[in-house]
């Protein structure tokens, strides 16, 4: 191609220098002493210069065990200093950061590894056990297993080492690479449910990372003095990504470690820490503003409250921006994009319900829905009366690589020129503000998970006493929606009490798959074509919970 000047600088210059970590590296050498990790539960803290010496040790200690570019290391992981360390350390030496959820049963942790075959495993002490038994029954056996943030104080599992041994050898001097990295390179991978037990992995480029920094920098805005608590667990999308250790990092702002939400917590947090910003799906905002209503705190430090997962009603929004601040924010999105369209502070509370226009350089679009359940092209736009359903695209070039790692078959589905295909189904107004209505596919999420009725119906399947299972969900004011399993008994003893113990034993259901409610029925729903029909069990699922059918467990 053409050009009327000498590009050649720029392009290298720009292909190899505008990475994540040449930012973070910028902040670690103007913020040295300002603080980029903060830690409450074990009273301890890092500063830029201090995470960047951890960082180091891990990345040395990595190379050591002979892992170099494009490898993967797996953390498993809750909210913790290691996390941030695992975020920033392996993307020195080139490594990929698989960023694996915590929550998982030890039959699907064991599929992950075989997937990805991480070359070291390090994991939170909390899942000791879980871990222990995925390291004897995974294929691909990793060099070593780490066990980190072991605030309980639990016996290290045979074989396993601590993450303070692991890294005691490790130099905080950085690391020696023999490769140039490029904006390209694979620094991280997401997973995000699928239909089976095996999640699909979202791969993020060096370019989306800073691009998705840009993004929370620029509609926030966050600059160097915020200090951020994200009450959603970090391996998720909106929790590396919304207020995270990507954006923080990148900006030079400050984190809170939180494991695991607490309202209580949250609230003092924010008063004792000056927190600027957190992060929570609807159901942590109304935990928030029970307490904050009861026992208010000095929270005046917030800038802003940012939510995702799910619209905000306007009785929500109004009650929020009374009760904690009147600086909300709604993003949309998904974890091959991260957010796409924002509801600010000045949509609310009059567009509450709708997930608002495209952020900046993304584009959200609503194309019809095909009656033989073909995929439209991007440019067969439903109208924009408020009515007509349609499903959801969205474009967004800087955030996504439009790809999931050895899955061409689900890429070829969900990709399509520039475009995700959602999945959503919604309509649009005459000012292209989207509204949800609904899925095409039968998925639930579950406390921000994505969950399908396949998995669960397959695990169900495998106790003797059931002939045959359907698996939806019912509305929860806590997490959004909950499991229900209504099951066809082969054997007449076949209990409810016996179901729920059965999934509390599968190494293949992680807790929060497994259904709270039960029914023992005689029949399910078919198509004539032998398809189990979902979404009309979903319309009766609410009827029988109404009713008393649907037991709770």
Request: aromatic content about 10%; hydrophobic content about 40%; overall charge negative.
């Amino acid at each position: 191609m053409a050009v009327t000047y000498d590009d050649s600088m720029f392009k290298d210059t720009f292909e190899h220098e505008y990475t994540w970590l040449k930012g973070f590296m910028r902040n670690v050498r103007r913020f040295a002493n300002r603080p980029a990790v903060i830690d409450p539960d074990t009273n301890r803290s890092w500063t830029y210069r201090e995470l960047n010496a951890e960082a180091n040790r891990l990345a040395n200690a990595l190379k050591s065990f002979g892992v170099k570019k494009d490898d993967v290391v797996m953390g498993a992981l809750r909210n913790s200093p290691e996390f941030a360390f695992m975020y920033t350390g392996p993307r020195k030496i080139g490594a990929i950061f698989l960023a694996a959820n915590f929550n998982l049963a030890c039959g699907e942790m064991a599929l992950l590894i075989n997937h990805n075959k991480p070359k070291v495993v390090v994991y939170s002490a909390s899942i000791a056990s879980m871990m222990e038994e995925a390291s004897k029954i995974c294929l691909w056996k990793p060099e070593v297993f780490v066990m980190a943030d072991n605030l309980e104080g639990l016996a290290l599992p045979k074989g396993h080492v601590s993450y303070e041994d692991f890294v005691k050898n490790g130099a905080e001097a950085e690391p020696e690479i023999d490769f140039r990295p490029h904006i390209y390179d694979e620094v991280l991978r997401l997973c995000t449910s699928g239909t089976t037990s095996l999640p699909k992995f979202v791969p993020v480029n060096d370019i989306n990372e800073v691009l998705s920094a840009h993004d929370v920098i620029m509609h926030y805005p966050m600059n160097p003095h915020d200090v951020t608590l994200n009450m959603t667990p970090w391996f998720h999308r909106g929790g590396c990504h919304s207020g995270g250790v990507c954006p923080c990092f990148y900006a030079g702002a400050a984190v809170v470690v939180m494991r695991s939400f607490r309202p209580q917590t949250s609230l003092d947090w924010c008063e004792k820490y000056k927190i600027s910003f957190i992060m929570g799906a609807p159901a942590n905002l109304e935990m928030l503003s029970r307490v904050q209503e009861k026992n208010p705190r000095d929270i005046s430090s917030l800038r802003g409250i940012v939510t995702m997962g799910a619209p905000l009603s306007r009785a929500d929004c109004i009650r929020f921006g009374s009760v904690l601040t009147k600086n909300i924010f709604n993003g949309y999105g998904t974890t091959e994009t991260f957010w796409n369209s924002f509801l600010r502070p000045y949509n609310l509370p009059d567009g509450a319900g709708s997930v608002g226009v495209s952020c900046t350089d993304d584009e959200v679009r609503v194309v019809r829905l095909h009656e033989d359940g073909s995929r439209a092209e991007p440019d067969e736009l439903v109208p924009t009366d408020s009515t007509t359903e349609g499903e959801i695209i969205i474009c967004s070039p800087a955030k996504t690589t439009y790809s999931y790692f050895r899955n061409d078959e689900m890429a070829s589905q969900k990709f399509y020129k520039g475009w995700m295909y959602t999945g959503d189904t919604g309509v649009w107004d005459e000012d292209w503000i989207v509204t949800v209505k609904g899925r095409k596919d039968d998925m639930m999420v579950v406390s921000g998970e994505n969950i399908y009725p396949a998995q669960i119906e397959e695990a169900i399947l495998e106790n003797e006493k059931v002939k045959d299972c359907i698996v939806t969900s019912v509305p929860d004011k806590v997490r959004g929606q909950a499991v229900c399993a209504y099951v066809i008994a082969e054997s007449e003893d076949l209990t409810v009490r016996e179901l729920n113990e059965f999934c509390a034993q599968s190494k293949m259901l992680s807790k929060y798959k497994r259904p709270r409610y039960f029914a023992i029925v005689k029949e399910i729903p078919f198509t004539a074509t032998g398809k189990k029909q979902h979404s009309k069990m979903r319309a009766q699922a609410q009827k029988d919970l109404e009713a008393g059918i649907l037991v709770r467990v």
